[in-house]
């Protein structure tokens, strides 16, 4: 079992970026897949961002291509999401996961908030 931490929410303005890390503890974090996903006030949790193991296949929902970039380093177990360009309507928790077979383990969460 893998365990998460998300670090690096915080308040910006329109057009501000900001990175999130995600660090994994265990020494089996390169056998997972990592996603975020966020949830707005009042809104389902939805998709952001995925990287598989070894980096080679990324994906991205269409609200933030162009904006956002999913990275991860093995070595230092950790997962990040670079955010630029950032909206008001990004304004969510954001929570990473770790996929590993069936089995989705997620962080706590790190909120991000965006002014106009």
């Known amino acids: 079992q893998v365990q998460l931490v998300e670090s690096g929410g915080g308040s910006v303005q329109a057009g501000g970026s900001l990175r999130l890390s995600c660090a994994a503890s265990?020494?089996?974090?390169?056998?997972?897949?990592m996603a975020w996903f966020r949830q707005a006030p009042g809104k389902e949790r939805e998709f952001v961002a995925s990287?598989?193991?070894?980096?080679?296949?990324?994906d991205y929902a269409d609200s933030v291509k162009g904006r956002f970039t999913i990275s991860r380093d093995n070595a230092k177990n950790v997962a990040y999401l670079q955010m630029y360009s950032l909206k008001p309507e990004d304004t969510a928790v954001y929570y990473c996961?770790?996929?590993?077979?069936?089995?989705?383990?997620w962080g706590q969460g790190t909120q991000v908030t965006v002014s106009s």
């Open positions: 996961a770790a996929d590993q077979r069936l089995a989705r383990y």
């Open positions: 265990g020494r089996t974090f390169s056998s997972y897949d």
């Open positions: 990287i598989n193991w070894s980096g080679s296949r990324i």
